[in-house]
């Protein structure tokens, strides 16, 4: 006997019990006339006069025995797909027509539809509840607004009454087991992410790096996945001072990811244990696990937890995590540099120089003038290949201050400020701030908890040389060599005994009152003019002419004593005329950076000398070059 026969049996059985039980109280009730109501469809017929169910009745007149069942007594509960229903169910399983679908399946769905020995009108539905079909196999149950569904199928017309029981009509076919699409993630990782809109700067931050995709992509990778939303992300970069992805240096951002993934393993959240150390890809860097409250990794809080991918599991959390060197570096001053790219050459050198440690010290208090990447590159420096650490630190530490100086504390012009690595001098004017003449400060007042960063546009360069050193240099260098006839004038003063020495003089600071010096230096195309002005041949001849006492006084007219006169100090001077070391003055024209000579014995081309090199810092002066020999 099949289960079809035992089911119709055991309704028999029941069947009759309930005639006995109707014909025992039909004799207890006496004679009372009543009015019986119009006889009720059963539910075949039912089905078979409602038009919207033609292919419910297509599919049970397949089977005679499911008909023959349904038009008998019952009770019964029938879930009506209607033949919009059926249509969508031939096309999601790919079939033409009913014809299609094998007999064996079609029945199989019937079944499920049909709940024997029970009818179950909707206030006898809960929510929550499940029913056991004529399948074997359950539905279940949910109500919520006073709308009911059967699995994912809405009860569109419910309690239609039949003679042998109700039927409720759906929109959707139910599918047994053998149809539904197998549980389970259909998503990687990273589609996961590119999936769900609130991780949409993870994924900007992920796809910058190619190999990053691929792996957290791989269909045979096991990763564990902390996913930081856009909310983490903003406050990050609020942290750190930038606005946006782009500005993060790539292997900063890459370093951060990184921090993020586990790999080799998928851990649920019921798999992670209280004060649990999970290594990352971050060269195995460790996040902690804390479930004091709710899940934590380090400070952040898993908002989302378990969200299934093909390769792993994603827990979403409300905060970046950073890994260990770069939460010792946020909030100090190396912070604005080490999260911008626009300073990354600046942060490689102090990583090389091995200055990092001492710019992080939480007990320091420093003040930190940073040069861009454009600023190294105005400097001569574009990349830091040759260069080692005993090249890089006396760089760096003339950069750096000792104490925390405001843009408002720095001193007047003129003043020098000294700094881990030597002195820098200081000229202030209507165009803004200058170091060393040359430097402007373009950003001010970007302060940390250990100090304070003002951002610079040309790298300052420590002297390492006195006056003469870089004329002799100059002299004699294999390309552009410059000043040769200075030195050589240099020279033949400083030969002579009767003279002040002046190659002593301007290699040295004076012993006395430390005396600094400002020299206007002559090109060797200046003096080749004064050659033939005064009507000699070279610079032998005019010593001889003119005495060696006279040529010394010439050149002390090109030197001011006592003071570093950088091109920016010019637009401050009170005066245009400026002493020089002979105690002759020179005047100049502010305005194009002119010397006016007013010799009228000698007419050297025009009448002014030209500045037209400026601020080359010795270690006891300033030169500034020009194209004539001014005379006293």
């Known amino acids: 006997m099949n289960k079809l026969d035992l089911k119709l049996k ?47 009745v297509a599919a049970l007149t397949k089977f005679p025995d499911l008909v023959t069942a349904l038009s008998g007594d019952g009770p019964f509960t029938v879930f009506a797909p209607t033949d919009a229903a059926f249509a969508s169910l031939l096309t999601d399983l790919n079939f033409g027509s ?32 499940t029913a056991n079909t004529l399948l074997g196999e359950s539905v279940s149950v949910s109500v919520a607004n006073g709308s009911v569904q059967i699995n994912d199928s809405n009860v569109r017309t419910a309690d239609v009454e039949a003679s042998n029981g109700v039927v409720h009509i ?14 389970g993630p259909t998503q990687n990782v990273v589609e996961l992410a590119q999936g769900t809109a609130n991780l949409s700067i993870l994924v900007e931050a992920l796809i910058k790096f190619d190999d990053l995709v691929a792996t957290l992509s791989d269909a045979n990778g096991n990763y564990t996945v902390f996913a930081p939303t856009n909310d983490a992300f903003t406050a990050l970069l609020g942290v750190v001072g930038q606005t946006d992805l782009d500005d993060i240096p790539e292997d900063v951002l890459r370093r951060v990811l990184s921090y993020h993934v586990v790999a080799g393993t998928v851990a649920k959240s019921t798999d992670l244990s209280d004060g649990q150390a ?44 950073v890994p260990e060197l770069e939460a010792s570096i946020v909030n100090t001053v190396v912070e604005p540099a ?49 260069l080692t650490a005993a090249d890089l630190v006396p ?71 006195n006056i003469v ?23 033949a003063i400083e030969a002579d005994a009767s003279t002040a020495a ?21 090109t060797d195309d200046a003096f080749e003019a004064l050659y033939t002005a005064a009507g000699v041949a070279d610079l032998d001849a005019l010593v001889t002419a003119l005495g060696t006492a006279t040529v010394e006084q010439v050149l002390l007219y090109h030197v001011v004593a006592g003071a570093r006169v950088f091109s920016t100090d010019l637009p401050n001077l009170t005066s245009a005329e400026v002493t020089m070391a002979n105690s002759g003055t020179i005047t100049l024209n502010l305005s194009n950076l002119t010397i006016t000579d007013t010799d009228a014995a000698l007419s050297i081309g025009t009448t002014d000398a030209k500045i037209v090199g400026t601020d080359i810092l010795a270690t006891n002066g300033v030169i500034h070059t020009i194209d004539q020999v001014i005379l006293p």
Not at 357 to 374: C, E, Q, R
Not at 406 to 432: F, M, R
Not at 471 to 480: L, R
């Open 10 to 56: 055991s309704l028999k059985v029941a069947f009759l019990a309930t005639v006995s039980a109707m014909l025992l109280m039909t004799a207890s009730c006496g004679d009372d006339d009543t009015t019986d109501p119009a006889p009720l469809d059963n539910i075949v017929a039912l089905a078979q006069g409602t038009n919207d169910l033609s292919s419910l």
């Open 98 to 129: 009913l014809d299609d679908v094998p007999e064996a399946t079609l029945r199989n769905i019937l079944e499920y539809h049909v709940i024997s020995g029970n009818a179950l009108r909707s206030g006898d539905l809960n929510d929550g509840q």
């Open 170 to 183: 759906i929109d959707q076919v139910l599918l047994p087991a053998e149809l539904r699409a197998p549980v």
């Open 278 to 321: 999970i290594g990352t890809l971050l060269n195995g860097e460790e996040v902690t696990v804390d479930l004091s409250d709710g899940v934590q990794i380090n400070a952040s809080n898993v908002v989302t937890p378990d969200v299934e991918g093909t390769n792993g599991v994603v827990h979403v959390v409300d905060a970046v995590l």
């Open 338 to 386: 080490y999260f911008n790219k626009n300073f990354s050459i600046l942060t490689a050198a102090v990583v090389e120089a091995d200055l990092l440690g001492t710019l992080i010290d939480a007990n320091s208090n420093l003040t930190v003038f940073a040069p861009t990447n454009d600023a190294f590159a105005a400097a001569g420096i574009t990349s830091l290949d040759g």
């Open 395 to 465: 760089i760096l530490t003339y950069h750096v201050l000792s104490t925390e100086v405001l843009a408002a504390d720095l001193p007047e012009t003129g003043s020098s400020i000294t700094t881990l690595g030597g002195n820098i001098y200081l000229s202030v004017n209507e165009q803004g701030v200058y170091l060393n003449g040359t430097t402007q400060v373009v950003d001010t007042d970007i302060e940390a908890d250990n100090g304070v960063v003002h951002v610079i546009n040309r790298t300052l360069m420590p002297p390492s040389s």
């Open 469 to 491: 050193e870089i004329a002799v240099a100059a002299s004699t260098a294999s390309e552009g060599a410059e000043f040769g006839q200075l030195v050589a004038a240099l020279t």
């Open 502 to 522: 002046l190659v002593t003089v301007l290699s040295s600071m004076d012993g006395t009152n430390n005396t600094p010096f400002t020299v206007f230096a002559p």
